[in-house]
């Protein structure tokens, strides 16, 4: 069973950037689709990038596109979101998921099996 874990989180000025890390902790995440969600208290989570395993394509939500980059280190097991310039909106807790390859998640959350616990991102103003 694969178990992804995130870091990076923590409180940045608006306009600053954050690189939130998903490192497969148990097993490899090489076969599988990952993807980033985030979440506001009172909020529904929302999907924010992804990344396919097939061939490397990535994904994007609208309000995060020009400003967050996602990207796989294979040989780390992990993927990263490289976030610049934050703004309050983007304060929210950070979820990683996983995904069978084959299923194409995207940004379907129901799609993903496996998730993290979260890394709370901030942004001050």
């Known amino acids: 069973q694969v178990q992804v874990v995130e870091s990076g989180g923590g409180l940045v000025q608006s306009g600053g950037s954050l690189r939130l890390s998903c490192v497969g902790s148990?097993?490899?995440?090489?076969?599988?689709?990952i993807g980033w969600f985030r979440q506001v208290p009172g909020k529904e989570r929302e999907g924010v990038a992804c990344i396919r395993r097939q061939d490397g394509s990535t994904e994007y939500a609208d309000p995060v596109k020009g400003r967050f980059t996602i990207s796989r280190d294979s040989a780390k097991n992990a993927v990263y979101l490289q976030m610049t310039s934050l703004n309050v909106e983007d304060t929210a807790v950070y979820y990683c998921a996983a995904a069978p390859w084959w299923i194409s998640a995207a940004l379907n959350q129901s799609a993903y099996d496996y998730w993290g616990q979260g890394t709370s991102v901030t942004v001050s103003s």
């Open positions: 148990r097993s490899s995440i090489e076969y599988f689709d």
